[in-house]
T-cell receptor, first 114, second 115 residues
Framework: AQKITQTQPGMFVQEKEAVTLDCTYD???????LFWYKQPSSGEMIFLIY??????QNATEGRYSLNFQKARKSANLVISASQLGDSAMYFC???????????FGTGTSLTVIP | EPEVTQTPSHQVTQMGQEVILRCVPI?????FYWYRQILGQKVEFLVS????????KSEIFDDQFSVERPDGSNFTLKIRSTKLEDSAMYFC?????????????FGPGTRLTVL
């Protein structure tokens, strides 16, 4: 069963603008973690931001913030002030306390336009 | 900052040959993972490893695959008889204690090409 859904295969954003990458998830486990990773063309997976299921506040890390809406089961990534170096694939992932497995979405390709 | 390392960065092999992909997880981490990513596709879970044994594996992880922690630092993925469809990027990852609270750190990946 699909546990992580990223509905935007490709996104474009103007440099210096903000962009939101969508992610919805499906789980019945009350304890889980939500992650975003960036994968540039070089191929490595770079951790960006983490949100725990019990966290009351939305996570922020520099220009990255996670818009966590638990009732809607969504965990959208917001990148503010986009830079050319932000052009990459972005993967949303979820982990469970039980099983210790990570589930990845299909990814969103972000292109920042100068 | 500690990091997960993987060797080799690129491996080319003939179909039917055995390959061993090597990973050195972060030293105080307890859970280890292998993932693969076929070019242009999503990251797929293969196997998780804890306390010197497999804790979970996916349908992809069939009898052709095996994992080992031969010493205190290395974590290996062996593919016994490679197939063309095994061509992919293979990522190793590790977490410190708990998958729901700890960040999973990825290695740089090994690109496997099966000819």
């Amino acid at each position: 069963a699909q546990k992580i859904t990223q509905t935007q295969p490709g996104m474009f954003v103007q440099e210096k603008e903000a962009v939101t990458l969508d992610c919805t998830y499906d789980t019945s486990d009350p304890s889980y973690g939500l992650f975003w990773y960036k994968q540039p063309s070089s191929g490595e997976m770079i951790f960006l931001i983490y949100q725990g299921s019990y966290d009351q506040q939305n996570a922020t890390e520099g220009r990255y913030s996670l818009n966590f809406q638990k009732a809607r089961k969504s965990a959208n990534l917001v990148i503010s002030a986009s830079q050319l170096g932000d052009s990459a694939m972005y993967f949303c992932a979820m982990s469970h306390l039980t099983g210790n497995q990570f589930y990845f979405g299909t990814g969103t390709s972000l292109t920042v336009i100068p | 900052e500690p990091e997960v390392t993987q060797t080799p960065s690129h491996q080319v092999t003939q179909m039917g040959q055995e390959v061993i992909l090597r990973c050195v997880p972060i030293s105080n981490h307890l859970y280890f993972y292998w993932y693969r990513q076929i070019l242009g596709q999503k990251v797929e879970f293969l196997v998780s490893f804890y306390n010197n044994e497999i804790s979970e594996k996916s349908e992809i992880f069939d009898d052709q695959f095996s994992v080992e922690r031969p010493d205190g630092s290395n974590f290996t993925l062996k593919i016994r008889s490679t197939k063309l469809e095994d061509s992919a990027m293979y990522f190793c990852a590790s977490i410190e204690r708990s998958a729901s609270t700890d960040t999973q750190y990825f290695g740089p990946g090994t690109r496997l090409t099966v000819l």
